[in-house]
């Protein structure tokens, strides 16, 4: 390491947006540190996108490594920063950072607090998604997942995870559970060709004709909602099971009911829809009727964690407005100097890796902006590299990142598979020789 002065900076995260903004910043001359909670960078690109996009995952994670490659970058991985974590924002400032960027994402999940939450067979979308991408822990948990599934959203979450159910677990239907009009939905037409040829076309032409004077009411197009719901019918692709999937529109979840602490129906109630200045609305009518589900899972977005150690206000962390270092208008500055908030941690849920990408650049620009109204430093690496080693615990660098890759893509060519992933961070662990393995 070289006794040069610069500037150094510390990133809290390393998916998309924490590992772009580490470029950008590193590219610039500052030494980065990246604190990753997780043993793989990648973050929701890693872990958030559906397990069978292989193409995809392998372009982000060949970006991914080219980043860590650069020289001007650092990688701690199975290390927490938070209130609670193995490091808090102050010790990393004790440090010596001058900056630190938050990237951790949105690590809490949105309930509606409603009665039966607590029930065996309610999830968050967020603990299914990490569970079917091993994730750890989640890959470890167990899940209830019954023959009748509901999912409370309209996006693209909903969509991936009706996908998890039809094509892997093959229950026999799939609720999505809506709680606004057919012309609102928000999932890509792409997406939904891997579940289309299990709509139930009668079911969704039920649903059409029963919600059709509803959506006149407001001056929406029914038969275009339908036909934008069925555009990706031509590029179908072949069904696997004999699983249904279908909608439940202007439907809100209301209360969830069991037996023995087991899931067994949901409540939802019908909602209409009223058009204010020029907006749309959805009002619940009073009427509820029930469902039967052994599953609901809540698609309906993220929060940040409130006990990260930042200000948290309507579930984000709070920006500094008017910011003294905007990027395109937008303010990256949390209320404690030096830090900054980029990707899902600045607004939760908002895109996948082409936003945090970009909304990691961006952070890392008013961090450079902040930067230049201090004297760079000759960055005490050693003193970092002492307080991680004193975790006690297994501490994984970017060359013990590459070891592992090796070692899963050799276990993927000998199982004959397109990719293998260890479902534990100790078997991870493992096989980076980082963790002895227990005597059986």
Excluded: C
């Excluded at 994670?61 to 290390?79: E, S, T």
């Excluded at 909903?158 to 892997?168: G, H, N, P, S, T």
């Excluded at 230049?372 to 002492?386: F, G, H, L, R, Y």
């Amino acid at each position: 390491m070289s006794n040069q002065e610069r500037y150094f900076v510390a990133v809290v995260g390393a998916g998309p947006a924490g590992l772009f903004g580490a470029r950008e910043l590193a590219n610039h001359g500052a030494q980065v540190a990246i604190f990753n909670r997780d043993i793989k960078p990648g973050g929701l690109a890693e872990y958030g996108i559906y397990p069978a996009k292989h193409t995809m995952k392998e372009g982000l994670r060949k970006q991914f490594r080219q980043v860590l490659d650069n020289p001007n970058i650092d990688y701690y991985a199975n290390v927490s920063v938070g209130v609670e974590g193995d490091l808090t924002l102050s010790d990393l400032q004790a440090l010596g950072f001058q900056a630190v960027l938050v990237t951790a994402g949105a690590q809490g999940t949105k309930w509606l607090g409603l009665p039966g939450e607590d029930l065996t067979g309610v999830y968050h979308a967020k603990d299914v998604v990490y569970f079917y991408n091993k994730l750890p822990p989640f890959s470890q948990k167990k899940f209830r997942f019954g023959k009748r599934v509901a999912i409370v959203g309209a996006g693209n979450v909903m969509v991936d995870l009706a996908r998890y159910f039809i094509r892997e677990m093959k229950v026999d239907e799939v609720i999505a559970v809506v709680r606004r009009g057919p012309a609102e939905v928000k999932f890509d037409k792409k997406e939904m060709e891997y579940i289309i040829a299990h709509l139930d076309i009668a079911a969704l032409d039920a649903e059409i004709a029963r919600v059709t004077p509803i959506m006149q009411a407001v001056n929406q197009d029914s038969q275009a909602a339908r036909a934008i719901i069925l555009e990706a019918q031509p590029k179908a692709v072949p069904p696997v099971s004999q699983s249904k999937f279908r909608f439940e529109f202007l439907a809100s979840p209301v209360q969830m009911y069991g037996e023995n602490g087991m899931l067994t129906r949901l409540e939802i109630e019908d909602n209409t829809l009223t058009l204010k200045d020029g907006e749309t609305k959805a009002r619940g009518t009073g009427n509820k009727r029930m469902l039967d589900v052994e599953t609901v899972i809540f698609a309906i977005g993220d929060k940040v964690d409130a006990n990260f150690g930042l200000p948290v206000e309507w579930n984000e962390f709070v920006k500094v407005d008017p910011p003294k270092y905007p990027v395109e208008g937008i303010s990256y500055e949390s209320p404690v100097d030096g830090v900054f908030v980029g990707g899902w941690s600045r607004k939760a849920s908002t895109g996948l890796v082409g936003y945090a990408r970009k909304d990691g650049t961006n952070a890392s620009k008013a961090v450079w902006e902040y930067l230049q109204t201090k004297q760079p430093i000759i960055p005490n690496m050693e003193a970092v590299s002492a307080r991680v080693k004193a975790l006690d615990k297994p501490i994984v660098l970017k060359e013990d990142i590459k070891r592992l890759e090796m070692v899963e893509a050799e276990e993927a060519k000998k199982r004959g598979l397109e990719e293998f992933k260890f479902a534990s961070n100790e078997e991870m662990l493992q096989a980076m020789g980082l963790l002895e393995a227990e005597p059986k």
